[in-house]
């Protein structure tokens, strides 16, 4: 087990230092298909399902959620992929000049790792579903960086996959944190909006979600975070269970989440429009094809 969260760790702090995952695949000699189900899929479940059975067994049953991963060839190549990835070195960072808004984002990452209120730890968030009319259940992390150069979070969404971002905050008020819902090329963006109350260590956090939905459209909606723990261990993050919640097995705390964040008025959409004239009459269009 010490291996493979090792393997994962290694993984991630390229990753975060910003090692593409195309340099990453060359460098170790692995399809992109292979390292990224390692990185999202089996080595997160790998470790939930270490809690709860034996590692042998719970290698198997994470390996069963992909199909492009061989236990043989992960097991005997593990060391030498461990070997080579600690070889592989991030070159210096250097600033985009020219482009003032990369050199703020950089210069802000910086500060507010200086600046990180206390609301470090793991978090339930409670958003709704893009595809039911179920309460979306997704963990977060939020820490500071092995290095303690810019905020880390992680996400792991309803369907087991690991996501890593960045987190801002410009203002004592506000957390911004953006991440890719793609390990690969190209950018599928995330950004959610916080609001830190003016109240000392936290236990919940409220802002705005937006991203895409199935159909790559634009969707905004309320989303809150629960704190569990001030851990930020991110063995403890993996370990976590995500998922959608249907309502019959809502307790009243999650009732109480399901009506603030998944009521009319609590998300905004859109949708694609056909036979575009690219005039207001679209736009009319787009508005009677939401509300059907």
Request: glycine share 6%.
């Given at each position: 087990?010490?291996d493979?969260l090792?393997?994962?760790?290694?993984?991630?702090?390229?990753?975060?230092?910003?090692?593409?995952?195309?340099?990453?695949?060359d460098?170790?000699?692995?399809?992109?298909?292979?390292?990224?189900?390692?990185?999202?899929?089996?080595?997160?479940?790998?470790?939930?399902?270490?809690?709860?059975?034996?590692?042998?067994?719970?290698?198997?049953?994470?390996?069963?959620?992909?199909?492009?991963v061989?236990?043989?060839?992960?097991?005997?190549?593990?060391?030498?992929?461990?070997?080579?990835?600690?070889e592989?070195?991030?070159?210096?960072?250097?600033?985009?000049?020219?482009?003032?808004?990369?050199?703020?984002?950089?210069?802000?990452?910086?500060?507010?790792?200086r600046?990180?209120?206390?609301?470090?730890?793991?978090?339930?968030?409670?958003?709704?579903?893009?595809?039911?009319?179920?309460?979306?259940?997704?963990?977060?992390?939020?820490?500071?960086?092995?290095?303690?150069?810019?905020?880390?979070?992680?996400?792991l969404?309803?369907?087991?996959?690991v996501?890593?971002?960045?987190?801002?905050?410009?203002?004592?008020?506000?957390?911004?944190?953006?991440?890719?819902?793609?390990?690969?090329?190209?950018?599928?963006?995330?950004?959610?909006?916080?609001?830190?109350?003016?109240?000392?260590?936290?236990?919940?956090?409220?802002?705005?979600?937006?991203?895409?939905?199935?159909?790559?459209?634009?969707?905004?909606?309320?989303?809150?975070?629960?704190?569990?723990?001030?851990?930020?261990?991110?063995?403890?993050?993996?370990?976590?269970?995500?998922?959608?919640?249907?309502?019959e097995?809502?307790?009243?705390?999650?009732?109480?989440?399901?009506?603030?964040?998944?009521?009319?008025?609590?998300?905004?959409?859109?949708?694609?429009?056909?036979?575009?004239?690219?005039?207001?009459?679209?736009?009319?269009?787009?508005?009677?094809?939401?509300?059907?």
């Amino acid at each position: 087990m010490n291996d493979f969260l090792e393997l994962y760790k290694r993984i991630e702090y390229l990753r975060n230092s910003g090692i593409k995952m195309k340099e990453i695949v060359d460098w170790v000699g692995m399809a992109p298909s292979v390292l990224s189900s390692l990185y999202t899929t089996v080595l997160p479940a790998y470790f939930e399902g270490s809690k709860t059975m034996p590692q042998e067994e719970a290698l198997d049953q994470a390996l069963s959620l992909v199909n492009n991963v061989s236990k043989r060839r992960l097991l005997s190549g593990l060391e030498e992929t461990l070997q080579r990835l600690d070889e592989l070195e991030p070159a210096e960072r250097h600033t985009q000049k020219g482009i003032p808004f990369v050199e703020s984002l950089i210069e802000e990452m910086s500060l507010s790792a200086r600046q990180l209120p206390d609301i470090c730890g793991v978090y339930t968030s409670y958003s709704l579903s893009s595809s039911s009319d179920c309460l979306k259940c997704e963990p977060y992390l939020i820490a500071l960086s092995d290095n303690k150069d810019h905020i880390r979070i992680g996400r792991l969404n309803a369907y087991g996959e690991v996501q890593w971002g960045i987190g801002v905050n410009g203002n004592p008020q506000n957390l911004y944190c953006l991440f890719s819902e793609s390990p690969v090329p190209p950018l599928i963006l995330v950004t959610l909006y916080l609001q830190i109350p003016m109240f000392k260590n936290p236990g919940q956090l409220r802002g705005l979600y937006l991203g895409l939905d199935y159909n790559r459209n634009p969707v905004a909606r309320r989303i809150v975070l629960i704190k569990e723990s001030e851990n930020t261990d991110t063995e403890e993050f993996l370990a976590m269970k995500s998922g959608l919640i249907a309502k019959e097995d809502f307790t009243p705390e999650q009732q109480a989440y399901y009506d603030y964040t998944c009521q009319t008025g609590d998300y905004i959409k859109m949708c694609t429009v056909p036979s575009l004239r690219m005039d207001e009459s679209d736009l009319i269009k787009e508005k009677k094809m939401l509300a059907l």
